[in-house]
């Protein structure tokens, strides 16, 4: 069984304002959750299943009350992993990191040139070797999240000799998302369907690497379609006694404190519920009249596999996309 995640957005302040962002996210982009809002969401979701945390942003490390929740969250039983640009990885937020995160990815977006100019700093390729290098000093699990575009795909092959070099255990290539700022570079770094057929191969070539995993957000569109028994949304009929995490699995915690299932970005109207003290009832009820429209959902977003044509699907960005297409009416959430 997988692991039960919950993914929060804390923040989407960031020390740097990539171009091709999903969040759009920024150092000039303010305002933060609450951590005991966070705090009390955390200990609700332990209940209803979750036990892992990752952090992601914005810069995670960034957000000013990371250590609190960090710490809390492992104190409640939650695995913490976080995914950073590098560039804050260091004194106290290193000592928290060894302390208290299972699991650091640090993202790359190709090779030095290119990872620096959509980063749009000169420094930023440096700061995350720097940062995966301080990550070795104090034997903290690392990895690398890759993103794949069309100009990034060649360097896939250097990107895992890169985490060999490094020590890293994990290279996590995810697919160009034009979503967020990435939308205006869609005509440049969005993949083909024989862009993704090659990462598809080269991503299995790389595979054979002894002590490093290789993970590719991709799958073949006809294996993609036979998943449907992953999601016991489709086959449990009272989800009345049934844990949250069994019906939605990612959950999201945005940046505003709204909890949606599986992917960020995904329609709002599928929200599960806001931070705060009517989120327990919020969710009793999204379990009971929720699940319909997550059935919906899903069963629309199967049916549409391949209606493109795509030998290759990404299957948390079609669910996005679907959920856009679909628009399902607002659930009305509890107040808080």
């Known amino acids: 069984m997988p692991a039960r995640v919950v993914h929060l957005h804390a923040s989407r302040f960031c ?32 209940a209803e299943g979750y036990e892992v945390l990752s952090l992601s942003g914005g ?6 009350h990371v250590k609190t929740v960090g710490q809390a969250a492992v104190e409640l039983g939650y695995q913490v992993n976080l995914i950073t640009n590098g560039a804050p990885v260091g004194g106290h937020l290193l000592d928290f990191i060894a302390r208290y995160v299972n699991l650091v990815a640090v993202s790359l977006d190709g090779g030095p040139e290119l990872h620096n100019e959509l980063r749009r700093d000169a420094r930023a390729f440096a700061h995350a070797d720097r940062a995966l290098d301080r990550l070795a000093e104090r034997d903290v699990q690392r990895g690398i999240a890759y993103c794949v575009s069309r100009e990034s795909l060649i360097d896939m092959p250097w990107a895992v000799e890169f985490a060999q070099e490094k020590g890293a255990g994990l290279v996590q290539f995810h697919p160009f998302a034009a979503t967020g700022r990435g939308r205006q570079l869609a005509h440049r770094l969005s993949l083909s369907d024989a862009d993704k057929a090659r990462a598809y191969v080269v991503a299995a070539l790389l595979d054979a690497n002894d002590g490093l995993r290789i993970q590719l957000d991709l799958a073949p569109t006809v294996v993609a379609s036979t998943r449907r028994d992953d999601y016991a949304t489709l086959t449990i009929e009272n989800a009345g006694p049934t844990f949250l995490s069994d019906l939605v699995n990612p959950v999201i915690i945005d940046e505003t404190g709204v909890l949606l299932p599986w992917c960020y970005g995904i329609n ?7 931070l705060g003290p009517g989120l327990p009832a919020s969710i009793a ?12 959902l899903l069963d629309t977003a199967f049916n549409r596999l391949g209606a493109r044509g795509e030998q290759f699907t990404d299957w948390f960005f079609h669910l996005v996309e679907t959920s856009h297409a679909v628009s399902p009416a607002p659930i009305a959430l509890a107040a808080n």
């Open 59 to 64: 810069e995670p490390l960034l957000y000013s």
């Open 285 to 296: 009820q999204y379990k009971e009249r929720g699940r319909r429209d997550l059935r919906a």
């Open 15 to 46: 020390n740097l304002a990539c171009q091709h962002c999903y969040s759009a996210s920024g150092p000039n982009v303010r305002g933060e959750l609450d951590p005991q809002a966070i705090l009390h969401t955390l200990a609700l979701l332990r």
């Open 268 to 274: 709002q109207r599928l929200a599960i519920g806001r």
